[in-house]
């Protein structure tokens, strides 16, 4: 079954600076990777995500990176805010329809102002 | 708000008590799943609902455990004889159908048992 691996688990910036968190998927098969942010208390909620057959999204300051060669994905936020501090989990699963998303196990983001 | 629901947010058991807890997800989403999260990781997958039907149940989900969707619209999930291992915050998400990617998660219902 597919395993995902996430890190680091806790990134500390600057307000201002980027953002850059790594995970690795191990199912060559999955075709759709989508990245949720979760506050303190809060549901996940999804951010960005992207499909196999696309090497790269962007939405505003939130990037997404595929290399489905090396089967690795990377999230990227510019220009970090306080608000962006919270815990990103990385996901990944082979979508028919039927999603078994399979979490990395978060990263913990700190903005400092 | 017309998002995923859950009920109760919290609840707190004593070790071999029975839980039983609600998931009523947004309105016409045909797909639900049942996640569960525990301190430090990610969601792990328990099950899936097509409609009413169970189509997959994870290794996670012992016997003790049990899922209904009986009329395709709200799901419950129980836990019976209840276990300090169970402690865990348990997330539903809720996804539209077919040709589409994105599962809307639930606040979830933190499970303490002590």
């Known amino acids: 079954g597919e395993n995902v691996e996430q890190h680091p688990s806790t990134l500390s910036v600057q307000e201002g600076d980027s953002a850059v968190i790594k995970c690795t998927y191990s199912d060559s098969a999955s075709n759709y990777f989508p990245w949720y942010k979760q506050e303190l208390g809060k549901r996940p909620q999804l951010i960005i995500d992207i499909r196999s057959n696309v090497g790269e999204k962007k939405d505003q300051r939130i990037a997404v990176t595929l290399n489905k060669t090396a089967k690795h994905f990377s999230l990227h936020i510019t220009e970090t805010q306080p608000e962006d501090s919270a815990v990103y989990f990385c996901?990944?699963?082979?979508?028919?329809?039927?999603?078994?998303?399979?979490f990395g196990t978060g990263t913990r983001l700190l903005v400092s102002p | 708000d017309t998002g995923v629901s859950q009920d109760p947010r919290h609840k707190i058991t004593k070790r071999g008590q029975n839980v039983t807890f609600r998931c009523d997800p947004i309105s016409e989403h045909n797909r639900l799943y049942w996640y569960r999260q525990t301190l430090g990781q990610g969601p792990e997958f328990l099950t899936y609902?097509?409609?009413?039907?169970?189509?997959?149940k994870s290794r996670l989900l012992s016997d003790r455990f049990s899922a209904e969707r009986p009329k395709g619209s709200f799901s419950t999930l129980e836990i019976q004889r209840t276990e300090q291992g169970d402690s865990a915050m348990y997330l539903c998400a809720s996804q539209p159908g077919p040709n589409t990617d994105t599962q809307y998660f639930g606040p979830g219902t933190r499970l303490t048992v002590l």
């Open positions: 996901a990944a699963t082979l979508n028919t329809g039927f999603q078994k998303l399979v």
């Open positions: 609902f097509q409609n009413e039907a169970q189509l997959e």
